[in-house]
């Protein structure tokens, strides 16, 4: 009897142990070497680095509060754009939080360009809370704010968003978006020429 049972388990015991191994040893080995060879920046975290120092993430929101720079949408992952609390902030069109915040974020983003409605995506959250993109629509809507700010001709600042929309994908695939990181970093690269 106790031969048969040690006889029952014994492929059972195997297995695991094969399946532990192979699934949680070697394929997570394989697929991150494979990652580090053939995508090391994407398997990295897609970070940027500006004198050998990390400043950001091109695939990750950040928060941008200065006038000088374009803004991204309002997070709700914990405090703000934390990739530790990734998420949406699962209130829905009823509730009277989200309408408050909703109306008072349209309100501040209103002053910047009066008599215009504000772009849907400056004042929603994203579902993780941590979209790097807004749209084409959200970016020129900012144009002059940044450009008085900055004491930059709006034209150059305007150029300078449509030179950083991202078409579809394949021409069919997502929507047109503006990497806000990438386009706040060409901004500083503009204001870092015109003082020289």
């Given amino acids: 009897m106790n031969n048969d ?15 532990a191994v192979v699934l949680g040893l070697l394929y997570p080995l394989a697929m991150t070497g ?35 720079y374009f803004q991204t949408r309002p997070s709700a992952a914990g405090k703000g754009y934390d990739g530790l609390a990734s998420s ?5 069109p009823a509730s009277q939080v989200l309408v408050d915040r909703v109306k008072a974020d349209i309100a501040a983003k209103q002053t910047a360009a009066p008599g215009r409605p ?8 994203s579902a993780s809370g ?3 993109d807004i749209t084409p629509e959200a970016a020129f809507y900012q144009v002059d704010r940044v450009a008085r700010v900055r ?3 709006p034209a150059i600042v305007r150029r300078l968003v449509s030179n950083s929309v991202d078409q579809r994908l ?16 060409r ?8 003082a020289q």
């Fill in 170 to 185: 394949f021409g069919f695939l997502g929507e047109p978006r503006v990497n806000v990181f990438a386009l706040n970093r």
């Fill in 88 to 92: 949406g902030s699962n209130l829905g």
């Fill in 5 to 19: 049972i040690l006889s029952s388990l014994r492929p059972a015991i195997v297995m695991t142990v094969l399946f």
């Fill in 118 to 125: 504000v772009p849907p995506d400056l004042v929603t959250t």
């Fill in 187 to 194: 901004l500083d690269a503009i204001g870092a020429r015109q």
């Fill in 130 to 132: 941590l979209d790097p």
């Fill in 34 to 68: 494979i990652g580090q060879a053939l995508f090391p920046a994407q398997a990295n975290g897609s970070l940027v680095t500006e004198n050998g120092k990390v400043v950001g993430s091109s695939v990750v929101g950040q928060a941008f509060t200065s006038n000088r």
């Fill in 151 to 153: 004491n930059l001709d």
